[in-house]
């Protein structure tokens, strides 16, 4: 699996997420943790970075549409 870090903008593109704060927000829900905290080239704020892998992985692991998680 590559070392390939995202930011949050990044990964709320990936899952369709309207907004960083949504998608990490959604990733916290889903037990991703960040990788890092770097800082920003552009602003210089120290934001999360989370490994692409887990991204995926996570996206793919949650229930579909529709499903009844409280009947399990």
Known sequence: MSDELWTAAQAADYLGAATPDSARRTL??????AAEYAPDPDSGRVTA???AGD???AKAARPGRGARTDLA
Not at 28 to 33: E, L, P, T
Request: net charge positive; glycine share 8%; aromatic share 16%.
């Open 28 to 33: 916290s829900r889903w037990g991703v943790k």
């Open 49 to 51: 970075r989370y490994r």
């Open 55 to 57: 991204v995926r992985t």
